[in-house]
């Protein structure tokens, strides 16, 4: 049993999620205590509450402390399957950082895995929906790692109602490392503004002091 103290580093939500995928991966369980003990409200809120279901569902894994406001969690997982999953956070929060946890076990199932997830699409420290799609999916193929991405309803904070759908094909013994130690030349550049419930002028406003800051 692997045992982490949550209030390492910055004590945020990330080592639970990280926690989590290795987890899966690996099949070591592990104990984590002082969940987020570095964020003004510690312990698992929504988002990471649905994180550990999410994976518990993925795995099989048996867990004690899934409930909100936890600060201890035990996660043994067990066999990654692939299936047809349906994840929802149920408030703004993110449902990408959802998708990233469960993203990599998945690639080690023995068929493609269909999800549907709901939450909050592009949230103030989360990754946002575009991305993962337009950065984080392209590096991963180049790794051998397979998915295809699909946004079919934009989730701001706090209202939320977002959804994406993703399908996730196994990467079998395909995945190949590779070295990203240089930036390369830049090709392109272009900006979007989204701004629901709000006149289309301020898009516009936000459009014009990036283009002015870009040159």
Same mark, same amino acid.
């Given at each position: ?24 991966? &690996? ?8 969940? #987020?003990?570095?964020? @003004?409200?510690?312990?698992?809120? #929504? ?24 600060? *201890? ?39 493609? *895995? ?18 993962? @799609? #337009? ?17 079919? #309803? ?19 013994? &395909? ?41």
């Amino acid at each position: 049993m692997i045992e982490i103290d949550g209030a390492a580093g910055e004590g945020g939500g990330q080592i639970l999620r990280t926690a989590l995928a290795l987890s899966m991966c &690996t099949g070591q369980p592990f104990t984590l205590t002082r969940i #987020r003990a570095g964020r @003004a409200k510690p312990g698992l809120m #929504r988002q990471h509450l649905t994180c550990v279901n999410a994976a518990a569902e993925v795995c099989a894994a048996e867990v004690d402390g899934a409930e909100l406001n936890a600060q *201890s969690l035990r996660f043994t997982p067990g066999q990654v399957r692939a299936g047809d999953y349906h994840f929802n956070v149920g408030t703004a929060g993110s449902c990408t950082l959802v998708l990233q946890t469960v993203w990599p076990a998945l690639l080690m199932a023995d068929a493609p *895995s269909r999800l549907k997830l709901g939450g909050g699409t592009h949230n103030p420290m989360a990754p946002p929906f575009h991305f993962l @799609a #337009r950065s984080y999916a392209p590096l991963m193929r180049r790794l051998g790692a397979n998915a295809e991405l699909n946004l079919r #309803r934009l989730g701001f904070y706090p209202a939320g109602g977002g959804e994406i759908e993703v399908t996730i094909w196994p990467a079998g013994d &395909t995945l190949q490392p590779f070295d990203l130690d240089g930036r390369g030349a830049r090709l392109e550049g272009y900006a979007e503004c989204f701004v629901p419930a709000l006149p289309r002028s301020v898009a516009r406003r936000e459009l014009e002091h990036l283009g002015s800051a870009l040159g």
